[in-house]
């Protein structure tokens, strides 16, 4: 995406919809080239430039890559989240983002962002979207994921099976939630934020793990979306549906790491490159 045009956008409102997660509107004069996507796991890269940057004097059609001539600590921090809504009589896009304390960029960002505020982004990107034909959905994830889970919830057909399974700190952090009658929501509390919780309620023993592991497998071929804190979600579901259940690829493309405990997303692409290097190696 680094080679791609960045889309100027403005804050309109936020929203605070659970104690834990702002929304951000967005509006811009670029809305009109903001193609959506069908995906339900739509995300754009959100591009942070400081305030001390002067755009106007970097090479256009400004790109990520337009900001190489920067010395590396001017350069912008970039960071990936769902696009949750697309209001395009409004001309509006809607971000729900993860308040994870006054650390990190995109949701301290969130926390405080103010009508009028400026912010790049390229995309959309994505890749998954509930296949009609399986004969069930399994969707998994914590709050980073949630806003990916809810879209997929709302393009389910009304006739659609499946089970759902968001952790989340606790009871007053879930949300409203749009599902087909026969896709079971289940709620799964850790009991505090992700970043914070004690070792032994995350990572490799994240609540959500032994929710999804143990749950009754229903019959039929089942289509799996799975995302959030990748200790988690690499180490432990994703084992879980490709070797214990035996899950073809074809149905199990969607499942991956959101963020990981204790990187910011640059340390953390670097975690993904050495598992990925890791897991070629072991072919
Ligand atoms: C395809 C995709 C879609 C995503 N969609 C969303 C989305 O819709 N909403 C959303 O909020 N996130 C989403 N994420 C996850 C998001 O990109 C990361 O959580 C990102 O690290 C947040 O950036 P930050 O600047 O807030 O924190 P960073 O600067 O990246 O990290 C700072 C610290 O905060 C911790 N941290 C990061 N994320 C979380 C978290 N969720 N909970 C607790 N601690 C955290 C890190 O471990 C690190 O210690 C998505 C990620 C991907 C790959």
């Given at each position: ?23 951000v ?29 002067d755009?106007a004097?970097?090479?256009?059609p400004?790109?990520?890559d ?123 509390y ?15 023993f ?23 804190e ?54």
């Amino acid at each position: 995406m680094a080679g791609r045009p960045l889309q100027h956008f403005t804050v309109v409102g936020t929203e605070q919809i659970a104690p834990h997660m702002v929304r951000v509107l967005l509006e811009g004069s670029d809305f009109g080239t903001f193609v959506p996507s069908n995906f339900t796991d739509s995300y754009v890269k959100l591009v942070f430039v400081a305030d001390a940057v002067d755009v106007a004097a970097l090479p256009h059609p400004l790109t990520q890559d337009s900001f190489s001539v920067l010395p590396p600590e001017k350069r912008p921090s970039v960071r990936t989240i769902t696009v949750r809504k697309v209001d395009a009589a409004a001309r509006q896009i809607a971000l729900d983002i993860v308040v994870h304390g006054e650390h990190g960029v995109a949701g301290a960002w969130a926390a405080s962002a103010q009508p009028g505020q400026a912010i790049y982004l390229m995309g959309p990107g994505g890749a998954y979207t509930p296949d009609p034909a399986a004969g069930w959905h399994l969707l998994a994830g914590d709050e980073s994921a949630l806003p990916a889970i809810a879209n997929a919830l709302e393009a389910l057909p009304p006739n659609a099976i499946g089970k759902a399974f968001i952790e989340v700190a606790g009871p007053e952090h879930q949300i409203e939630l749009t599902a087909p009658e026969e896709v079971q929501v289940n709620w799964i509390y850790r009991g505090g934020r992700a970043d914070l919780v004690a070792d032994d309620r995350a990572g490799d023993f994240a609540p959500l793990i032994e929710a999804v592991t143990t749950t009754l497998w229903l019959p039929g071929q089942v289509h799996v979306f799975m995302h959030g804190e990748a200790q988690a979600v690499m180490h432990n579901l994703r084992p879980f549906i490709r070797k214990d259940r035996g899950v073809d690829a074809k149905w199990a493309s969607s499942i991956s790491g959101y963020w990981r405990r204790g990187r910011t997303e640059e340390t953390f692409r670097q975690w993904k490159k050495e598992l990925a290097e890791a897991e070629a190696g072991a072919r």
